[in-house]
Structure formats: structure tokens, C-alpha cells
């Protein structure tokens, strides 16, 4: 068998050690499928999202809306919440074993809690809600239908979100350690091998710079690079990294894996698994995952070492955080072990040398020294920035320009070190803008995003600059909103005596949809947002009498310029 690349297809002894393969330990438990349908994954726990780790499972609903869901077991309604966003409706239901089930994306609740619901909108004159009801007020036993299914919130197609939550601490735990039957007897996809400079000394194919080399399977379960003439020879510090994804049975989705083992010379050096996380941690999902690939090429490696400033708690058999020192020449042998919670194990073991002939690569530093550990501050006449402590994952030696702009904004465009560089918490910039006092309370920050676009941020007036706060590097710029939202009739009609709903287009593409309201008669109506299709709707509940009416609806953006739209009908 060839030395070099060859691969194993089995999860049980590598060379003189033994490593057993740990399946994950399934939560005793009695609870059933919060479904009546098979369970078809479309997303699993842990899964590398946009700023954040996927804290539950998404679970198919063949497409459509208004399946039953059901009681995973015996609780109360510990909540209830509502948001155009995120999730949507979403139902949290206590149980006594001391977890918290939750199910998100939801069309409606059940009846008794909708009328509850309904009831605490009108009261508050909002769509948005959280609720708290007291814990004998909606008890549901095992088995009970408490809502039905729907695409909801952010939900791009109709889905049931699923979490369980621990009572006390609200981490969320992998569902499916507590047993529920999902088919999976495929294994995970390993994709790409990275292989990382850790700093200025570090050097890979005698370069200071990231190599990608290509995987792909040789026999099942088994993976190899795909290039049997690739050599990786490196001195220094250095460290690993893979590009990989799970796959399930009866559906294509690429999801994320449940492990992830790091063998080195036959020791484990690096080992994480996905059986809980805080949601106050999630996004350092910046940090375990190679957010430069990620910007710059779509891809989505997970490096297996930690940044100085990564507190993620899924780590487990960490030597020296992942960091590897190579300081001698001398061959070496890895191994990565990938596994999906139903213990499907993949493989790919690859030979690399260290060389201390290499040559130190030096690349002289530019830019101001910023301390991850550190409030770091940078500070212009025509611009001042100040990022808190432990924002950043490691030092980072920080480059601003900036560059005079078009016609369309009232300030240079800033240009605020790298993009592709991730930052945990938010950061202040404050720009120096001269406009006419008039147009003052219109003026907002503003991100240059590709294609011509640009995002807009909530921004005051603080000590002669503009100010906003955000959490991404990049090209920021500042314009004038005058411009009121948009809105429009969709789903309207004169005579409205048999209709269900009316719906209105709505949008703002500059500073942001703020506020949203509409009066019969002078009486305030509910109108639920569904922003991800630009719509306002309101559905008859009720509040409305027969005979003829006047609607107003009055929808403002966060510079306050107002959009007004005043129709009779009659009901």
C-alpha cells in the first residue's frame, strides 16, 4: 500500500494506537417526534451559518404549510414569541425532566394561545411579541397538536425549526442525542485540506501563505488528496484545517457534522463536538471557521486550532489549542476522523515533513498594532474608531485609507482595514460630515457592499461626528435619506365583505422600515410584516365591523420620513 497517501476506510486503529471511535451518548428520555410525518432533515445542529451556529434541526414539511406539530412530551407554554424576523411565531414549551422544546417558524398556534396572543397585539398595538405566560395557563400533554407548521420569520421555504434547551442554563443541545429517528446511513464529505501559516515565521511549500489542497474519496468513506504528487513540507508554527460537510438519506442538503478528530504522529491534538453550545457564544463560529475562505471564496474550512480569543466551550482534547511547532526536520503522519451524530466516520490521513532549511519568510508588518485583549482606538480628524476588548480573535496590525466619493454621499468613503478580517462584538465609527442643519437628522452611515449596494446603519450626532456601531470591517460612507418608504396596494379591493386579508408592498432601501401602523376608522388594526417578501398584511380578526370603512396606514423609516396610504372599503 502506498506510504505516502494511503488511506483507511475504518474508524477503529491507526498505526501503534488505538483511538475509539466515541459515539455520541444519547439523553434517556421519552420524547416522541414533534411531527406526524418522517423526519427529513434540512439543516442540523451545529451547522456553520452566517454569524451564528444552527442551534437546533430544521426538519422538512414536504414543501408545504400546516402540518400538525405536536408535543414532544407533558409541559407548559413558557413562551410565546413573534417577530417579522429570526423565527418567526415560535412556541416554547417547558417540561418537567428540565428541558425546554422549542418550535419555530410557525403559521399559527393553537387556538387558545393565537386568542391570547391576539389579545396581548391589540393591547400593545404591535405585531412583534414576547410573552411570557404564567406555567398553569396553557398546559399541553404528550402527543397534543400546539400550532402548525409554516414559513415563518427568516425561513426561506416551509420548515419546522426545532430546539431543545436546557431549563436552567438555555444552552441548546443537539436534538438528536435524545434519540429522535432520523435515517442516516451516509457519511461525511471531506472536501478541501488547509493548511495555515500561524504567524510571520511560519512557512508552508517555502511560502508565508494558506494552501488548499484537493480531497476527494478513493473508496468509501475514505478520503485522499486527489494529487498523488503533492507534497507539504513546512517549519514552524502551523496549523490544520477542513473543508467538509454531512450528508443525510432523502435529501441533498450539505449539512454539518457532528466531530471532528485531528491525529497527529499518532496523538490526538485536536478534537471538537457538536453536543451543545451557549447562544451567547455563537458567534465565535467566526473564529472556529476560516472566515478569510469564507469571504474571498465561499468556502467554509473549520480550522482545527483556536485564535487567542476564541471561547468556544465544543473543544475537547485540545494539545497546545491546535498549535502545531515544527522546529526539527522530520516526517510526519495526520489522520482526520469526521463523524455525523449517527456515527457515519470518514476518513483522510495524509503524510507531511517538517524542514528546517526552509527559509523564514519575513514580511515586514504595516499598519497600527491592535491587542485582541485590548480597547483599541484610532483616531483622525475626519475619522475615529474604537473597538472594545476581546473583539478581535487575535493582534491584528490595523490599515485605514480613505478616498473622496461620489456625488451620492456627503463623506469620503473610509476604508476600515479588511473586510474578510471577522470581529466579534460591536465597534463605534464616527465620521466628520458637513451638511446644512436641515438635513442633519436625515444623515446615516452607511456599508458599500459588491454590485453598487450598501447597507444603512442607526446613527446619532456625538461630539460634531456622525456615529454609528457595526460589526464587519469594510468601506463606510455616510449619505442623506429623504426618500419615505415605499407601499403599495397588493391584495386590495373596494368591496372587501368576503375576504380573509388585505396585503400591501412595502420597502425601504436606505436607512430601514422602522414603524408600521394602520387605523380603521381611527382604531388601531393588526398588520403583520413579512419582510422577506416586502409585505404588510392584515388579517380579519374580528376588530373590524360591517359597513363602510377608512383604512390609514402610516409606515415610517428611521430618519422618519413618512409614507401615508388612505383607502375606503367597505366590509
Known amino acids: ?90 412556541l416554547y414549551l417547558t417540561h418537567s425532566n428540565g428541558y425546554v422544546s422549542v418550535y419555530a417558524h410557525l403559521r399559527n398556534f393553537h387556538d387558545s394561545i393565537d386568542d391570547y396572543l391576539l389579545n396581548n397585539q391589540y393591547i400593545n398595538k404591535s405585531y412583534p411579541m414576547d410573552l411570557f405566560p404564567d406555567s398553569g395557563r396553557f398546559f399541553f400533554n404528550k402527543g397534543d397538536t400546539i400550532g402548525w407548521s409554516g414559513n415563518t420569520g427568516s425561513s426561506s421555504a416551509p420548515h419546522l425549526h426545532f430546539e431543545i434547551r436546557d431549563t436552567k442554563t438555555q444552552e441548546v443541545i443537539n436534538p438528536l442525542l435524545f434519540g429522535f429517528k432520523v435515517k442516516d446511513t451516509s457519511a461525511p464529505v471531506i472536501k478541501n485540506l488547509f493548511v495555515y501559516p500561524i504567524d510571520s515565521t511560519s512557512n508552508i511549500n517555502g511560502k508565508n501563505d494558506t494552501l488548499i489542497v484537493s480531497v476527494g474519496n478513493n473508496l468509501e468513506n475514505s478520503f485522499q488528496m ?149 480597547e483599541n482606538a484610532f483616531l483622525m480628524d475626519n475619522f475615529n474608531l474604537r473597538i472594545p476588548e476581546y473583539s478581535l480573535y487575535n493582534d491584528l496590525y490595523f490599515s485605514y485609507s480613505s478616498e473622496p466619493s461620489s456625488n451620492e454621499f456627503i463623506c469620503d468613503i473610509h476604508h476600515i482595514h479588511r473586510d474578510e478580517t471577522p470581529i466579534h462584538f460591536s465597534y463605534e465609527i464616527s465620521l466628520k460630515v458637513n451638511i446644512d442643519i436641515e438635513y442633519k437628522d436625515k444623515a446615516v452611515i452607511c456599508r458599500l457592499e459588491n454590485m453598487g449596494q450598501f447597507f444603512c446603519f442607526s446613527s446619532d450626532w456625538k461630539d460634531g461626528f456622525l456615529t454609528a456601531n457595526t460589526k464587519r470591517f469594510g468601506d463606510y460612507t455616510a449619505l442623506i435619506d429623504t426618500i419615505p418608504p415605499k407601499l403599495k396596494k397588493k391584495s386590495f379591493s373596494h368591496n372587501l365583505t368576503n375576504a380573509s386579508m388585505i396585503s400591501f408592498e412595502v420597502e425601504d432601501e436606505l436607512s430601514g422600515l422602522a414603524s408600521y401602523n394602520a387605523f380603521v376608522d381611527g382604531e388601531w388594526i393588526l398588520l403583520a410584516h413579512d419582510p422577506k417578501n416586502k409585505m404588510l398584511v392584515h388579517y380579519f380578526d374580528g376588530h373590524i365591523s360591517s359597513g363602510s370603512h377608512m383604512l390609514e396606514i402610516i409606515v415610517k423609516d428611521y430618519v422618519n420620513n413618512e409614507k401615508r396610504l388612505e383607502l375606503q372599503f367597505v366590509r
Open 1 to 90: 500500500m502506498d506510504t505516502y497517501n494511503k488511506i483507511i476506510f475504518f474508524c477503529a486503529f491507526y498505526f501503534s494506537f488505538v483511538s475509539l471511535v466515541a459515539q455520541p451518548e444519547l439523553i434517556n428520555n421519552e420524547f416522541r417526534s414533534p411531527l406526524q410525518i418522517p423526519l427529513v432533515l434540512a439543516g442540523t445542529f451545529g451547522e456553520l451559518r452566517t454569524n451564528h451556529f444552527h442551534s437546533g434541526i430544521d426538519i422538512k414539511t414536504k414543501g408545504k404549510e400546516g402540518h400538525a406539530i405536536i408535543a414532544i412530551g407533558d409541559g407548559y407554554v413558557s413562551r410565546v414569541k413573534v417577530k417579522p424576523g429570526g423565527y418567526g411565531k415560535a
Open 226 to 374: 486527489l494529487s498523488q504528487n503533492q507534497n507539504i513540507t513546512v517549519n514552524g508554527p502551523i496549523g490544520f484545517g477542513l473543508e467538509v460537510y454531512d450528508c443525510l438519506d432523502n435529501a441533498p442538503n450539505k449539512n454539518g457534522i457532528y466531530s471532528l478528530e485531528l491525529f497527529i504522529d499518532s496523538f490526538l491534538v485536536y478534537r471538537h463536538d457538536m453536543d451543545h453550545f451557549s447562544f451567547s457564544e455563537t458567534r465565535y463560529i467566526n473564529s472556529l471557521m476560516d472566515y478569510h475562505a469564507k469571504k474571498n471564496s465561499g468556502l467554509r474550512p473549520q480550522k482545527s486550532f483556536l485564535d487567542s480569543n476564541n471561547k468556544l466551550s465544543i473543544y475537547k482534547n485540545l494539545k497546545d489549542e491546535g498549535l502545531l511547532l515544527f522546529d526539527e526536520s522530520s516526517s510526519h503522519q495526520a489522520l482526520y476522523k469526521v463523524r455525523d451524530v449517527s456515527g457515519n466516520c470518514s476518513t483522510l490521513e495524509f503524510n507531511f515533513t517538517s524542514d528546517t532549511s526552509l527559509i523564514e519568510v519575513y514580511i515586514p508588518k504595516k499598519g497600527s498594532f491592535f491587542s485582541y485583549s485590548k
